[in-house]
């Protein structure tokens, strides 16, 4: 029987990547989306994954998403902690709210997920928790103070959780991609990408969302069960952490 792999934010971008990626490798998909209805609905039809909605902040809404994912699917395996949002801006104008929508959806969201599937990994003797950073988490950028922080504590979480649940079975890694050609990426104007972004790039090109796919496939892979703690750098030698 196939192993269910679960991912967050997974009908777009890097997600969308992701779910089509585990598909590919032979994992039963699920995966989750927080508000645009027609966007899941398109990525439903065209790959023929499941997908669920709910607030990944909210844990009593990931604690009934992860049960009709289970219902449905069957008990996680691998969970892909990808949902985040950014609220840009520099920390002396920067809300209470532009700081507590990202770090409650790019931080508090692992322990809302994780919390939620970590006993019944534990029980099995096997899993895979894999979530997805930032090169901003590790070096920090300008204007992203909340985003900074909550992909850094990624990492921190990750490495805690990791010696937690090794003699389990169960491994839990980070993938930090740099600048990936996604839709918003590329929405970009040209000559700011050309200019400002791809210069600081050393392979001379963004990634591709498939890029960061690959990694999590690797990390989820039965075979990868002596590496755990880890953070891959997908950056393309932007920032060598």
């Known amino acids: 029987m196939a192993r269910v792999a679960l991912v967050t934010g997974g009908t777009r971008g890097i997600g969308a990547a992701i779910s089509i990626g585990l598909k590919k490798a032979g994992y039963s998909v699920a995966a989750t989306y927080g508000g645009n209805d027609e966007a899941a609905a398109k990525f439903k039809e065209e790959h023929g994954i499941p997908v669920f909605k709910w607030d990944v902040s909210d844990f009593e809404a990931c604690r009934a998403g992860v049960a009709a994912v289970e219902a449905e699917v069957g008990p996680v395996d691998v969970l892909v902690n990808n949902a985040g949002i950014t609220r840009d801006t520099t920390l002396h104008k920067m809300t209470v709210e532009k700081w507590s929508a ?114 999590v496939a690797f990390l989820a892979a039965d075979n990868a069960g002596f590496i755990t703690g880890a953070t891959i750098t997908a950056n393309g030698g932007q920032y060598m952490a």
């Open 102 to 215: 990202v770090i409650s959806t790019n931080l508090d969201s692992l322990f809302n997920m994780t919390r939620n599937v970590i006993e019944g990994m534990r029980e099995r003797g096997f899993g895979r928790i894999i979530s997805i950073s930032s090169i901003n988490g590790q070096k920090g950028q300008f204007g992203q103070a909340n985003y900074s922080a909550a992909k850094a504590g990624v990492v921190g979480f990750s490495k805690a959780v990791a010696q937690e649940n090794a003699a389990k079975g169960i491994t839990v890694n980070v993938v930090a991609p740099g600048y990936i050609g996604t839709e918003m990426v590329r929405a970009v104007p040209e000559e700011v990408l050309n200019t400002k972004i791809i210069p600081q790039i050393p392979v001379g090109r963004l990634g591709e969302p498939e890029e960061i796919a690959d990694c």
